[in-house]
């Protein structure tokens, strides 16, 4: 390393243009193959800077939201499932409605596609520049009845309601016992027109009454979440029994005939 480069390199390293600095001598090999003036070269190396910033930026908020596997809008199979209008989720991907602080629910029975599209929007959310947090129901409740208990429930709330989108996964496949139910009205109530919150359940709103175990608190939960809100109704069957039935190994039960 000449006195000159070394000299370069501090200064990059000082103004933390690390991009630059990692990869100066192929960039400038590539300026001087293109024949680009200063102007050109100045956005070119400007180009990669940004490119690796919004990286990091992606990997690191991948890492927060804490999904349990990647998914895309790209791997979702669209054709396979008929009820999802793939217009609507593109329109979706741009994340006005996370922007306006809106919710947005997947609603349909088990194993067809609704955590895919949860997270890849999610992703899509996080892309564009987002925080996003996902959690199973289940796993949020029992934390947040645990945070009540133990007497930081503020603290859990505030945990909760800090990124802008927050993803609740399976709600509706176990019921809430009654004081999680309230906690998670008063979690509903904080993020309301603030954050956005993205529910995936395998039942319909009309039976949110039977998952929290109070009518009274479920209307009143609805009542927020749809005020500002995008409903995606998903039917057909499960990809998994799909390729289960494809392969022989489930077969459907043979209804009884009636004597």
């Not at 908020?61 to 791997?75: D, M, N, Q, V, Y």
């Not at 999610?122 to 520049?129: D, V, Y």
């Not at 989108?165 to 109530?189: K, M, T």
């Not at 009518?215 to 998903?234: C, E, F, G, N």
């Amino acid at each position: 390393m000449t006195p000159q480069t070394d000299v370069l390199d501090k200064m990059l390293t000082r103004l933390k243009l690390t991009a630059i600095r990692d990869q100066l001598e192929s960039l400038l090999d590539e300026a001087g193959r293109r024949q680009m003036s200063l102007r050109d070269l100045l956005g070119f190396l400007c180009e990669a800077e940004i490119a690796r910033k919004d990286q990091r930026r992606i990997t690191m908020g991948l890492s927060i939201a804490k999904f349990p596997c990647l998914r895309t809008l790209e791997g979702f199979d669209f054709e396979a499932q008929p009820s999802v209008d793939a217009r609507q989720i593109r329109d979706l991907a741009a994340c006005r409605w996370v922007a306006n602080g809106d919710s947005l629910l997947f609603l349909g029975p088990p194993g067809v596609g609704k955590t895919h599209l949860a997270i890849a929007l999610g992703r899509t959310a996080i892309e564009r520049g987002y925080s996003v947090l996902f959690t199973p129901a289940m796993v949020m409740a029992a934390s947040l009845a645990k945070a009540h208990a133990e007497g930081h429930l503020e603290e859990r709330l505030a945990h909760y309601s800090k990124p802008k989108l927050l993803i609740v996964d399976e709600l509706g496949y176990l019921p809430l016992e009654q004081n999680a139910a309230h906690l998670f009205f008063q979690l509903v109530s904080r993020r309301y027109e603030r954050g956005s919150l993205l529910l995936t359940s395998n039942r319909s709103v009309g039976e949110w009454g039977e998952v929290f175990g109070d009518p009274v608190v479920a209307t009143a939960i609805l009542d927020r979440l749809l005020h500002h809100s995008h409903v995606v109704t998903i039917r057909g069957d499960s990809y998994r029994l799909k390729e289960k039935k494809r392969s022989g190994l489930y077969k459907p039960p043979v209804a009884e005939k009636q004597s």
